[in-house]
């Protein structure tokens, strides 16, 4: 089993950054494909970016594309969501997620059914 445990969440301007941490608790946190997934009030949750267990592959939402950037660090047990030029529709309480089964597509990483284990959230404010 994973706990997940999502940190640097805040209020930022519009044009601004943060950098959203996940740590993982457990032995086998490299085992997980890792997701960053995101919910605005009275909407669904959306995907965001997802990496895969050795982080050499990356998908990104096209809503982040070219701003958001995802990474990770085995060693630390810990995923990173680099958020950059932000914007007020990126406005959400943002959720890490750690996947157990092969995915062999974009449709697998993005979608949060094929998720076992969530964080609580971090809110991230972007004001205008």
């Known amino acids: 089993q994973v706990q997940l445990v999502e940190s640097g969440g805040g209020l930022v301007q519009a044009g601004g950054s943060l950098r959203l941490s996940c740590a993982a608790s457990g032995r086998t946190f490299s085992s997980y494909r890792m997701g960053w997934f995101r919910q605005a009030p009275g909407k669904e949750r959306d995907f965001v970016a997802a990496?895969?267990?050795?982080?050499?592959?990356?998908y990104y939402a096209d809503s982040v594309k070219g701003r958001f950037t995802i990474s990770r660090d085995n060693a630390k047990n810990t995923v990173y969501l680099q958020m950059n030029s932000l914007k007020p529709e990126d406005t959400a309480v943002y959720y890490c997620?750690?996947?157990?089964?092969?995915?062999?597509?974009?449709?697998?990483?993005?979608?949060?059914?094929?998720?076992?284990?969530w964080g609580q959230g971090t809110q991230v404010t972007v004001s205008s």
């Open positions: 990496i895969s267990w050795r982080g050499s592959l990356t």
């Open positions: 997620a750690a996947g157990a089964y092969y995915c062999s597509s974009y449709e697998c990483y993005a979608h949060l059914n094929e998720y076992d284990y």
